[in-house]
C-alpha cells in the first residue's frame, strides 16, 4: 500500500508572539513547548556523535518480536529501539477503523529512527527537524538499560499531551535515556492518532466508522508491550501507564474502560482534563463542522487527501472553545462501548479499574494559555460565564455553584489574576480531586501539586504553568544556550527537584510508595505532595476550592 507523507515545518513567525520584556514564545525551551526545530536538530545530532565517540563499543542488539525481528542500539548504559510498528498502517480502508496488528516479517528491521507522527496542523510543539507526519504513524519507541534480563524490569508507558491534535512521542522532551538509566526502568513511549484521524466521532454516519481511535490505539499498544516488552527486558506484568494533559485524559478515560482492564497496573495522569469526555450527540456536532470545513460527506472522507482533515481540523480546533468556551473540539466520546459513561462519573461511583494512581496538576496551569491567547481554556470573566450559561442550559437539573460562592475561595486573588485561578480549578484541579475521591475508594491514589518554577518563569508571569513540569519528569532539563528557563538562576535547586520526582515517579513504578512522607489520598486526611523547592506534605490542601466548588461534577455533556 503506498504511503503519502510530508515533511513538518518549523512553527511560523505567526505561531508566537513577544512576551516580557521583548523576549519570545520560541526561546523558552524549558516548558517543553517551545524549543526551535532547528536547534532541536543541532542538539539530536551532537547526541548522537557524542555517544558514537564517546562510547566506541556500541553495539546492535537484535530482538525477536512477534511479528519479526528489530535492530537497535546499545551504547553500554541504555539499549534503544526506535520506530517500532505496533499496528498496520491506518490508511484506505483503516482510516476510520479501530487499529489492526500489524503483518509479520522475516528480514530485521533497523530500529534507529522515530517513525512518522500523526497528521498534525502546524505546532508549537517541538517535533525535532526532519519530523515527517502520515497517517502510517502507529509506531513506538524503546529504552531499556543495558543490564535489564528478559521480562526483569518495570516499564514506564508514555502518552504524551497536546490537546488531542498536536504531539509526538519523538518529542526530544520525551527522551527516555534519563529516566531509564537512573529509575531502573524499560520506557515506552507512542504515537496514536489525533485530531480528525483519532477523535472524531463518524460513528453517527455508519457502522462502518468506529469511535475513539486514539483510545483504540493507545489499547494497541499496550497489547504490543504486553506480548513483546519481555524481549526489551521489560516486565509484562508490571506496566505503569504515565502522561501528561490530553496523555492523562486518555489515562483517566482507559481507568474507566473495563477493555483496558489488565493492559497495565499502575498510572500516573499528570494534569488530566478529566471531564473533557463529550456526548455521542455534541462529538456529531464537531464531526459535521469538520466535513463541512473540508466539503466532504463521511463516505468522502475516506479518501480526502489527509491535508484537507488536518486543515479541517485546526479550523475546528479554534472555532468550537471560541464559540463554547470551556470545551475542546477533540476528545474522547463517550460511545456506550469503549467509553461506557463520563469517567469522572464511574470513579465517583467506584467503577474504575483497581490499580494504584498517581495523580495531579501544576499550581499556574492556566498561565500558560494565558501567554499564548489560546481560547482553549476560559480565563476572561466574560468567557467563564459565558461556560457557566452553556452549561446550565445543557443541563439545567445541575446545581451549579454561585458566583458568590465560588469567589469564596478565591478572596485573596487579585482581579486581574483572578479568571486564571478559575480556569486552573474548573480545566484541571477539580476535576483532578473528583476523579481522585472516587478512585481512592478502589485503589490507593497519591495526589500532588507542582508547585516549583524558576525565577526567569515567574518574570515571565507562567510560574509552574501548564506542562512546566515535564523537564523534570524526564530528567531533560537543558536543551543548549537558546533553553532560557535557568537564565536568572534556578539550576540547582531545578536539578535537585527532577531527580526528587524522578525517585519518586520510578519508584511508584517499582511497586513501591513514592516517598516515606508521601502518605496515600483517602477522604479523611486528603494528604497532598506539594513539589517545590523543598517537598511538603499537607493535609487538605484544597479545602477551598472544594468547598466553592461543590460536589457536583461540572463538566459539558
Not at 334 to 354: H, I, N, Q
Not at 543 to 555: C, P, T, Y
Request: glycine share 10%.
Amino acid at each position: 500500500m503506498a504511503t503519502t507523507s510530508v515533511e513538518i515545518a518549523p512553527p511560523s513567525r505567526a505561531h508566537f508572539r513577544t512576551g516580557a520584556k521583548g523576549i519570545r514564545d520560541c526561546d523558552l525551551l524549558r516548558s517543553g513547548i517551545y524549543v526551535t526545530d532547528q536547534y532541536v536538530g543541532y542538539v539530536e545530532a551532537y547526541k548522537e556523535v557524542a555517544v558514537t565517540v564517546v562510547n566506541s563499543a556500541v553495539t546492535r542488539p537484535t530482538v525477536e518480536t512477534v511479528y519479526g525481528p528489530v535492530r537497535g542500539m546499545d551504547d553500554g548504559q541504555v539499549k534503544t529501539w526506535k520506530g517500532l510498528r505496533y499496528a498496520a498502517a491506518p490508511e484506505g480502508d483503516l482510516r476510520w477503523r479501530a487499529p489492526q496488528p500489524p503483518e509479520r516479517w522475516t528480514e530485521v528491521v533497523d530500529a534507529v529512527e522515530f517513525g512518522a507522527i500523526s497528521p498534525q496542523p502546524k505546532s508549537p510543539i517541538p517535533l525535532g527537524t526532519g519530523t515527517r507526519a502520515a497517517e502510517d504513524c502507529l509506531f513506538l519507541n524503546v529504552w531499556a538499560p543495558s543490564g535489564a534480563e528478559p521480562g526483569s524490569t518495570p516499564v514506564m508507558v508514555w502518552v504524551h499531551g497536546g490537546a488531542y491534535i498536536f504531539g509526538a512521542a519523538s518529542q526530544p522532551l520525551y527522551d527516555g535515556r534519563v529516566l531509564a538509566s537512573g529509575g531502573d526502568v524499560v520506557v515506552v513511549t507512542l504515537n496514536y492518532r489525533m485530531g480528525a484521524f483519532g477523535f472524531l466521532d463518524l460513528s453517527g454516519f455508519g457502522p462502518e466508522f468506529d469511535t475513539n481511535l486514539g483510545l483504540r490505539d493507545v489499547l494497541r499498544a499496550l497489547e504490543w508491550v504486553r506480548d513483546n516488552i519481555a524481549a526489551f527486558g521489560g516486565d509484562p506484568s508490571n506496566v505503569t501507564l504515565f502522561g501528561e494533559s490530553a496523555g492523562a485524559g486518555i489515562i483517566t478515560t482507559l481507568l474507566a474502560a473495563p477493555a483496558a482492564a489488565g493492559l497495565f497496573h499502575r498510572a500516573i495522569a499528570q494534569s488530566s482534563p478529566a471531564t473533557s469526555i463529550y456526548s455521542s450527540s455534541r462529538a456529531h456536532t464537531v464531526a459535521q463542522l469538520v466535513l463541512d470545513h473540508a466539503g466532504v460527506t463521511a463516505d468522502e472522507a475516506r479518501t480526502v487527501p489527509f491535508e484537507a482533515l488536518v486543515d479541517a481540523s485546526m479550523y475546528v480546533f479554534d472555532h468550537v472553545p471560541s464559540t463554547t468556551p470551556g470545551t475542546l473540539a477533540f476528545a474522547p466520546t463517550m460511545d456506550g462501548d469503549l467509553v461506557p459513561d463520563y469517567p469522572v462519573k464511574l470513579a465517583r461511583e467506584g467503577r474504575t479499574s483497581a490499580v494504584p494512581l498517581l495523580i495531579g496538576t501544576n499550581r499556574d496551569e492556566a498561565a500558560l494559555f494565558r501567554w499564548m491567547r489560546s481560547p482553549l481554556m476560559p480565563i476572561a470573566p466574560a468567557t467563564i460565564r459565558a461556560m457557566f450559561d452553556e452549561i446550565a442550559a445543557e443541563q439545567p437539573g445541575l446545581q451549579l455553584p454561585s458566583e458568590a460562592e465560588i469567589g469564596s475561595a478565591y478572596s485573596g486573588i487579585r482581579t486581574r489574576t483572578l479568571g486564571l485561578h478559575v480556569a486552573r480549578d474548573v480545566g484541571f484541579r477539580m476535576p483532578t480531586l473528583w476523579f481522585a475521591e472516587g478512585h481512592a475508594t478502589v485503589a490507593p491514589v497519591y495526589l500532588y501539586r507542582f508547585d516549583w518554577t524558576t525565577p526567569m518563569l515567574r518574570v515571565l508571569r507562567l510560574g509552574a504553568a501548564h506542562a512546566t513540569e515535564l523537564p523534570y519528569v524526564w530528567g531533560n532539563l537543558v536543551m543548549g544556550p537558546r533553553d532560557i528557563t535557568f537564565k536568572l538562576g534556578g539550576l540547582k535547586p531545578g536539578t535537585a527537584v527532577s531527580e526528587r520526582m524522578r525517585t519518586r515517579w520510578t519508584e511508584f513504578a517499582h511497586g513501591r510508595p513514592p516517598g516515606q512522607d508521601w502518605a496515600g489520598y483517602d477522604a479523611e486526611a486528603r494528604r497532598t505532595l506539594v513539589i517545590d523547592r523543598e517537598d511538603t506534605v499537607v493535609d487538605d490542601l484544597d479545602a477551598g476550592i472544594r468547598a466553592a466548588w461543590g460536589d457536583e461534577i461540572l463538566s459539558f455533556r
